[in-house]
């Protein structure tokens, strides 16, 4: 039998697969897939034989591109997709063209659900390409939307499968490339999708910074965008512009929340006296406007009582989806971690008096979980080395447990701390 070098088996192998019926003869499309899967590991013109081949091009746009084919064909679509992948490896030339004929379509279909390893794949497919022929061909704004969109489509459908490429890919932009992942942030044109992307951030800052510290400009953006657009969440109308979500702001303030208690980013934010200014503010308007019979714009009066949490109660059961649930706890979190050790800010809680807010912090409040004990810490951080912040504390005197209808019903001897100043 004749020899047959691989570029001429791969060519021959590739019109067979494009000179079937895909409906007619799955099995046999498959095994060929499968010989040439192999044979695009053993050398660049093997890959570069199947990149020119426009037939076989075809051929993937309709196997891999189709959601039908995809829903009834899964092993066929899977192989045609790891055939695909191994064409890109290591070489520039296949990059290129490969993502020249099927860029756009791979980028969209990224997040095509449902969600599972032919996801993936387009992500390796993805990332080879990015990283073997940069921004100037796979436009970065490109990628980070394919991920955004990704990202947004798991937290939908509560998919519980492992995207590693996903990860690579966004911690490519959060860790390494901080100003182009705030250009691609601006860009984003949804709400939808600008909320998404700071739920991946808080979710890596919550898995502990497992593949390097978030970059510097990223975060100090961050906590400029907060300043900015805060005072939407005071406002009484929520027909606001997208720019100035109120949602949007509160998925901000959870981020500045998580890094400013963590010993790898507190620095950033320590000397960053116009964000606890905004921040403890903030908390104040918040605490005021608690106070009020009907309440401002989408802040809720605190839910102290037990009838309120109930399966009874005449309060709507999504108050946990609201913006107003635990906005008051991630102010007074961020508020404490603001103040430990650092005397500029000590020096502003005394200013602004900023301690009588928190001490109506002290209380239990169904809407803010953990409110009570950041309180107190926020108490103890302001007044440690402050003989000012001490004195206010010592010009209060305690009446009794403040009434905490929650704790009398669970009959609790305790509460939240009532005070009055001892001049009155």
């Known amino acids: 039998m004749e020899h047959v070098e691989p570029p001429n088996e791969t060519n021959d192998i590739l019109q067979q697969i494009a000179n079937l019926n895909v409906a007619e003869n799955e099995p046999e499309i498959t095994s060929l897939l499968k010989r040439v899967r192999l044979l695009l590991t053993q050398g660049s013109a093997n890959q570069e034989t199947l990149a020119k081949n426009v037939r076989f091009a075809q051929f993937v746009q309709s196997v891999v591109f189709n959601p039908i084919v995809r829903a009834q064909e899964p092993t066929l679509h899977n192989v045609t997709l790891q055939v695909l992948a191994n064409s890109v490896v290591n070489n520039k030339s296949t990059q290129e063209a490969i993502w020249k004929t099927h860029g756009a379509q791979i980028s969209e279909q990224v997040s095509a659900t449902p ?3 032919s996801n993936n794949i387009l992500l390796m497919i993805m990332y080879n390409i990015y990283l073997g022929l940069g921004a100037h061909v796979v436009s970065n704004q490109v990628v980070f939307e394919a991920c955004v969109r990704l990202w947004r489509a798991i937290i939908e459908t509560e998919s519980n499968y492992n995207f590693e490429y996903l990860h690579f890919l966004l911690e490519h932009y959060i860790v390494e490339h901080g100003r182009s992942c705030v250009q691609c942030y601006q ?9 998404a992307f700071l739920d991946y ?3 890596y800052l919550r898995e502990n910074s497992p593949n390097g510290v978030l970059h510097n400009l990223l975060l100090q953006y961050i906590a400029k965008e907060f300043r900015m657009k805060s005072d939407c969440i005071l406002r009484e ?9 109120p949602r949007e702001v509160h998925t901000l303030l959870r981020i500045i929340a998580s890094a400013s208690g963590s010993e790898k980013y507190a620095k950033i934010y320590a000397d960053d006296q116009s964000l606890f200014i905004n921040v403890s503010s903030l908390l104040r308007c918040v605490v005021a406007a608690g106070k009020e019979p009907n309440g401002v714009g989408s802040l809720d009066k605190p839910m102290t009582k037990l009838e309120e949490v109930a399966l009874t109660s005449n309060i709507a059961a999504d108050y946990e989806s609201k913006v107003s649930f635990e906005l008051k706890t991630l102010l007074v979190r961020c508020t404490a971690n603001l103040l430990y050790e650092n005397a500029a800010n000590r020096g502003y809680a005394v200013d602004t008096q900023l301690l009588p807010a928190l001490l109506e912090c002290t209380v239990m409040d169904a809407r803010n979980p953990l409110m009570r004990e950041w309180s107190i810490l926020a108490i103890r951080n302001a007044c440690v080395n402050c003989p000012e912040a001490q004195q206010i504390i010592a010009g209060l005197t305690m009446q009794g447990s403040a009434p905490n209808d929650i704790l009398s019903e669970l009959n609790l001897d305790m509460g939240a701390l009532r005070i009055t100043d001892r001049q009155q």
Do not use: N, P
């Open 187 to 195: 860009r984003l044109a949804t709400v939808e999708e600008r909320i």
């Open 201 to 203: 951030v808080t979710h």
């Open 237 to 245: 109308t929520m027909k606001l512009r997208h720019e100035l979500h």
């Open 115 to 117: 969600l599972g390893s």
